[in-house]
């Protein structure tokens, strides 16, 4: 089994509902997201998928977040905007991305401070559009 990680970063404010007095309160964060794909062989180049290529959907998926009030995208309407949520959005975009079905994303981490952060570990079977 090979797994490659690709960072990248975006600010974004939320308000959460339901979690602490403090968190209700709209404020934002410098997200950093670090995603994980893998996949148990490698092409003929001898890579499992070229990094520029996770980056290139990874910046699609970033660039819909960044600088905006996450309660109001349409994933988040009905669903709260923490960092577990935000990790499971990413991860099943990003899944949905993937061309090569022998390649899949296997966990997003989602920091929302340097010291804070949540993992989605993507079922392998799960349907992205879930």
């Known amino acids: ?38 996949g ?23 660039d819909s977040l960044d600088h905006k009030f996450l309660n109001e995208l349409d994933f988040f309407r009905n669903v709260n905007p923490s960092s577990e949520n935000i990790a499971r959005y990413i991860a099943r975009e ?3 991305s993937l061309t090569n079905p022998s390649v899949n994303v296997s966990r997003v981490s989602v920091w929302e401070s340097d010291d804070a952060c949540a993992t989605y570990y993507m079922p392998r079977a799960e349907d992205p559009s879930r």
């Open 40 to 62: 148990l062989e490698l092409d003929s180049s001898g890579v499992l998928i070229d990094f520029g290529e996770v980056k290139k959907y990874l910046a699609r998926i970033i």
């Open 1 to 38: 089994m090979y797994e490659l990680k690709v960072v990248s970063r975006f600010a974004a404010a939320h308000q959460l509902k339901m979690v602490t007095e403090k968190c209700e309160n709209l404020h934002g964060h410098n997200w950093r997201i670090e995603v994980f794909v893998s």
């Open 94 to 96: 990003l899944q949905s």
